[in-house]
């Protein structure tokens, strides 16, 4: 199983970014793949997650910024993250974790540094 994020990087303040994981040798469509971050010296946090039929969270600290999408026919999920704050800054990670009946499954990807100047 591999999870490969990809499309961080450095950004300005109040810039875009479409961070993207694409996933290998799982059934995506019975994910529920999500987007945490860990900024050092923090403890890592969800960011956002979407289900397997397209339910979305959000942590409040992203809300009305951040868009998480997901591509059951490219086995990829999204985080579009408009309006970024330095506070951003942290590798972002992707996660798939299984459904019914796969619930228990749980793969992490390496992430995907993003850093956000002021």
């Known amino acids: 199983v591999q999870l490969v994020e990809s499309g961080g990087g450095l950004v300005q303040a109040g810039g875009s970014l479409r961070l993207s994981c694409a996933a290998n040798?799982?059934?995506?469509?019975?994910?529920?793949m999500g987007w945490y971050r860990q900024a050092p010296g923090n403890q890592r946090e969800l960011v956002a997650s979407?289900?397997?039929?397209?339910?979305?969270n959000y942590a409040e600290s992203v809300k009305g910024r951040v868009t998480i999408s997901r591509d059951n026919a490219k086995s990829t999920v999204y985080l579009q993250i408009n309006s970024l704050k330095p506070e951003d800054t942290a590798v972002y990670s992707c996660?798939?974790?299984?459904?019914?009946?796969?619930?228990?499954?749980?793969?992490w990807g390496k992430g995907t540094q993003v850093t956000v100047s002021s």
């Open positions: 979407i289900t397997s039929g397209g339910s979305t």
């Open positions: 996660n798939a974790a299984g459904s019914p009946p796969l619930r228990g499954l749980n793969y």
């Open positions: 040798g799982i059934t995506f469509s019975m994910y529920t």
